[in-house]
């Protein structure tokens, strides 16, 4: 049922594909589903009749979001439901959706509306003139509070700024790419997933697509500020190799302040101007344990993503799928 190489749920890639895939992560978004799923058909429905799929990935729902999953796929042959053994995280979760798409596009969306499918023509219309992924950038964040739009705001400008590869600012994971992006990105065996980083990563032609991000139309975010903070340094770190300079760098820095240190201890000591006392028996081991430990913490970020990723887990587990009996697709 799974493999680390991500061909473990996938659909047999020999027989021809649909014209459009959808990938949807879930997670306890029962109030969401019903909205989520005829407004995603309809789009489908507009740019492929119905030559399409629409996956939906489980990843971990605590709600009756997995029911209602299996009732929808049992009723509609278009819809694929993808339960995983556990919660994943989103990343995983949209990596076992992409996994198992077979569409010549595919079509990235969260559950909670608040990316519009409606976009989906346009996105479609620009992959009709050559390009190879549109991507949704944010030009307003409605119903989230100025905490989270100032920390969104610092994440993806920090994160770009240190990254070795440009990255959209204000993006998300909202866009549609076509098959050659998606299979080179299946390709990319990273336990530690920034998929919108990797995209960028992957080359081709990309270009934004602005709009308006509504608020959710139900249901509250899955992504507190625990799970921002861990997106950030898994972009960060998958990304960009700035930190380990950051530490030589302070490294350098503080062996510099260490010898002007002892230049003053020993111009104190000739004059006859030292005070037997705290001060230096307490800022030296203060200042320089911290600088130590702070550069230690970095080095042990970056060994602990490669003590995970030489073990070669498998990136998820996919339980069960569910979808109805497969019928040509009405032309």
């Known amino acids: 049922m799974f493999s680390p190489t991500l061909r473990s749920v996938s659909a047999d890639k020999a027989t021809p594909g649909p014209a459009l895939s959808v990938v949807i992560p879930c997670c306890n978004e029962i109030e969401c589903l019903e909205e989520c799923y005829a407004r995603i058909s309809a789009a489908a429905h507009s740019v492929a009749r119905s030559d399409y799929e629409i996956i939906f990935v489980n990843d971990g729902s605590t709600d009756a979001t997995w029911p209602r999953l299996v009732t929808l796929a049992k009723s509609d042959a278009h819809i694929v439901a993808l339960n995983l053994s556990r919660n994943h995280g989103h990343q995983l979760a949209l990596t076992a959706g992409l996994d198992y798409a077979r569409g010549a596009r595919v079509f990235v ?26 991507y949704g950038q944010r030009k307003t964040r409605d119903g989230e509070n100025w905490f989270k739009k100032a920390t969104a705001t610092f994440f993806y400008r920090l994160t770009n700024w240190l990254s070795e590869i440009e990255i959209p600012v ?7 790419m076509s098959r050659a992006v998606v299979d080179v990105l299946l390709a990319m065996p990273e336990a530690h997933r920034f998929i919108r980083g990797m995209v960028c990563w992957t080359g081709f032609t990309q270009e934004p697509l602005p709009y308006d991000r509504a608020a959710r139309f139900a249901g509250t975010t899955k992504y507190p500020i625990r799970k921002m903070l861990k997106l950030a340094i898994d972009g960060i770190t998958a990304f960009s190799t700035a930190p ?25 000591v000739f004059d006859g101007n030292a005070i037997p006392g705290w001060a230096s028996s307490i800022l030296v081991p203060v200042v320089f344990g911290g600088a130590q430990l702070f550069c230690l913490a970095i080095l042990g970020e970056y060994v602990g993503r490669i003590y ?24």
Do not use: C
């Open 109 to 134: 969306i969260d559950a909670d509306l608040q990316d519009p499918p409606e976009l989906l023509p346009a996105m479609w219309a620009r992959l009709d003139a050559g390009v190879d992924v549109v």
């Open 170 to 176: 204000d993006v998300g994971d909202f866009r549609l």
């Open 244 to 268: 380990l300079r950051l530490s030589f760098w302070l490294a350098f820095a503080f062996i510099g302040l260490s010898l002007i240190l002892t230049a003053y201890i020993l111009i104190s």
């Open 308 to 331: 995970v990723q030489s073990k070669q887990r498998p990136l998820f587990i996919v339980k069960e799928i569910v979808k109805a009996p497969s019928k040509e697709p009405q032309k």
